[in-house]
Nanobody
């Protein structure tokens, strides 16, 4: 059974940093693409970043390029998202999810963890 649990969220001032973690079990990082998503209040969920299983390529939303870094630790079954230079518009609940590909449409991801709230104050 695929299980995911995001953690590391919190309250931070604009310009600050946070590192999110996603503890994973029930699958191999070699078999799945794994990504981060977020949902701001009143907005649709959107993709933030994803690591493709097929080629290891990493994808980033334009809004986070240069500020966020995704990484995975297969030995610890952990996915991380280092978030720097945070902005108030980064405020959202952040989720990790896995599936066979880094789908553009978040709705195609079958396995989701509970989210972690990130609040960036101005």
């Amino acid at each position: 059974e695929v299980q995911l649990q995001a953690s590391g969220g919190g309250l931070v001032q604009a310009g600050g940093s946070l590192r999110l973690s996603c503890a994973a079990s029930g699958f191999s990082f070699d078999d799945y693409s794994i990504g981060w998503f977020r949902q701001a209040p009143g907005k649709e969920r959107e993709g933030v970043s994803c690591i493709s299983r097929s080629d290891g390529y990493t994808y980033y939303a334009d809004s986070v390029k240069g500020r966020f870094t995704i990484s995975s630790d297969s030995a610890k079954n952990t996915l991380r998202l280092q978030m720097n230079s945070l902005k108030p518009e980064d405020t959202a609940v952040y989720y990790c999810a896995v599936d066979t590909h880094c789908y553009v449409d978040y709705r195609r991801f079958r396995y989701w963890g509970r989210g972690t709230l990130v609040t960036v104050s101005s």
